[in-house]
């Protein structure tokens, strides 16, 4: 999977793919590991399974 995880603080939904239209660019957490805590972007995941996940 992904090598960076972001998430805009506040919200519980993880992104990992940099080409998500919800990537956050600021104000935001960010982890190299798989989140243990929250969810995972549906948009990422879609992206993923399409090999289209940059």
């Known amino acids: 999977m992904a090598?960076?995880?972001r998430k805009q603080k506040g919200s519980d939904t993880w992104h990992f793919c940099r080409n998500c239209s919800n990537w956050p660019t600021s104000n935001y957490d960010e982890?190299?590991?798989k989140p243990n805590s929250g969810e995972l972007?549906?948009?990422c995941k879609d992206k993923e399974?399409?090999?289209n996940c940059h």
Do not use: D, F, H, M
């Open 3 to 5: 090598n960076v995880y």
């Open 31 to 33: 982890r190299y590991i």
């Open 41 to 43: 972007c549906n948009q």
């Open 49 to 51: 399974k399409l090999g």
